[in-house]
């Protein structure tokens, strides 16, 4: 796995090791920033269920002024740990190690916004898709500055809903066997 364009390009990752996580595969991670290209220089990315960082990462290399990343689990937080340091990023991203529910509640209540935010939990945990994107949606919502994105990624033959609260679906993009949903807040 390697970061894909930017300041960083070329540069290897590592994710961690057994199969609790899955990385974003780096041609559907280049597909993605390819959309968001417009959206990312000084950007705040919040990456949930971030697993290696990778995609945090690569919002960085790519111009982002942060990336904030929420993982609870121990050996991924090493590999993010780890490949941050890796590439002598000292700065510009904050480390979440809780539960995406408690982040997201604790960045609210500390009135975080974000621009961009992208979420893939494992693919089997179907109800942290609606936990995640009901908070987003919901009582969380004030993380989002106006005209934030909300990107889920997620297995193609598993369609997410049309709206999460606040969050309305406006587009579907697959590729392979993932899928990637973004949401938009229904007043934009």
Do not use: W
Request: with cysteine.
């Amino acid at each position: 796995m390697r970061v894909i364009a930017g300041k960083y390009r070329t540069r290897v990752l590592h994710a961690p090791r057994g199969q609790d996580t899955r990385p974003t595969s780096d041609r559907l991670r280049e597909t993605l920033f390819n959309v968001l290209a417009p959206r990312i220089e000084g950007a705040v990315f919040l990456d949930l269920y971030a697993g290696s960082g990778a995609m945090g990462i690569e919002a960085l290399s790519r111009g982002a002024r942060e990336s904030i990343f929420v993982e609870q689990a121990n050996g991924a937080l090493r590999e993010i740990r780890s490949n941050l340091a890796a590439l002598g990023i000292h700065g510009n991203y904050a480390l979440e190690p809780r539960s995406v529910a408690s982040a997201l509640r604790r960045l609210a209540e500390a009135e975080r916004t974000a621009d961009l935010v992208f979420l893939d939990p494992p693919y089997a945990e179907n109800q942290e898709y609606a936990t995640s994107l009901g908070l987003l949606g919901g009582d969380c919502s004030t993380l989002l500055a106006a005209g934030a994105l909300v990107i889920a990624e997620h297995e193609k033959r598993r369609e997410l809903e049309k709206r999460y609260g606040k969050l309305l679906r406006s587009r579907v993009l697959k590729q392979g066997g993932a899928a990637l949903s973004f949401y938009r807040t229904e007043s934009e």
